[in-house]
């Protein structure tokens, strides 16, 4: 007998090692926010990947003074004391965002709360489920 098809079986897979630790700080996370470990990986790099290819303000400012060094007359030893400045300010800005994700991230999941506890107390609709076989059919291309 043939195995039924899955909506699963249709995305892309991949195998990944994580450093030690790392796979149950990440399930630890996903816990807390009421994902899966699968879920809370996607929701992570999908949230990196936002930025990317967006220059922050600090980039545009070491872009900008690296090019006007570039016109200018050198002196030994500018650069890498900018590029010790500039490392050190990218760390600091990584950090703050990093806060700013984990404080966006536990109000959301107060407002969730929230509103999980009003919706127990709200009457149960028939119209606000969906029947299984629609959950899984897909119309084919």
Known sequence: MARPSYPSDEVDKLLLRFPPGLRDSIKEKAEEN??????EIIHRLQSSLQGLGQASTLDEI??????????????????????????????????????????????LAKADERQQAADIDAPIDA???????????????
């Open 62 to 107: 070491a872009h900008r003074f690296l090019t006007r060094f570039a016109t200018g007359s050198y002196v030994p030893g500018q650069t890498e004391k900018f590029n010790d400045l500039y490392l050190s300010a990218k760390r600091l800005e990584a950090e703050a965002i990093r806060k700013l994700m984990d404080g966006a991230q536990s109000l």
């Open 34 to 39: 009421g994902r899966s470990l699968n879920a």
């Open 127 to 141: 119209d606000d489920f969906i029947p299984m076989q629609n959950v899984f059919d897909r119309k084919k291309d």
